[in-house]
């Protein structure tokens, strides 16, 4: 391949990139915040995960919950795992 095509093709791919990192159209989706307490202080909100992928409005709610769901039912998890809207606020 001739090296200045292989050039311009990088360049291209690079702007698509670019232009589909930056493409406002794409629906943003609602950011959940995973949480958890803590054995000693029961009222205690412990940051896990932030979930904010640019998909529909339930995607982030829903993975959010699936994760609440797998780290609440290990064994020998005492401690309470619940998903909040919004990102990690102290």
């Not at 093709?9 to 794409?26: H, P, R, T």
């Not at 982030?60 to 290990?74: G, K, M, T």
Request: proline letters at 3%; glycine letters at 6%; hydrophobic letters at 40%.
């Amino acid at each position: 391949m001739d090296t200045r095509l292989g050039r311009k093709l990088c360049v291209i791919g690079a702007a698509l990139i670019i232009l589909v990192a930056c493409d406002d159209s794409k629906p943003k989706g609602i950011v959940y915040t995973l949480y958890r307490a803590s054995p000693a202080f029961p009222d205690m909100r412990i940051h896990v995960a932030t979930f904010d992928a640019a998909e529909d409005k339930d995607y982030n709610r829903n993975n959010c919950e699936i994760a609440r769901d797998l780290f609440a039912n290990q064994a020998g998890v005492t401690v309470r795992y619940w998903c909040e809207r919004g990102r990690f606020a102290e």
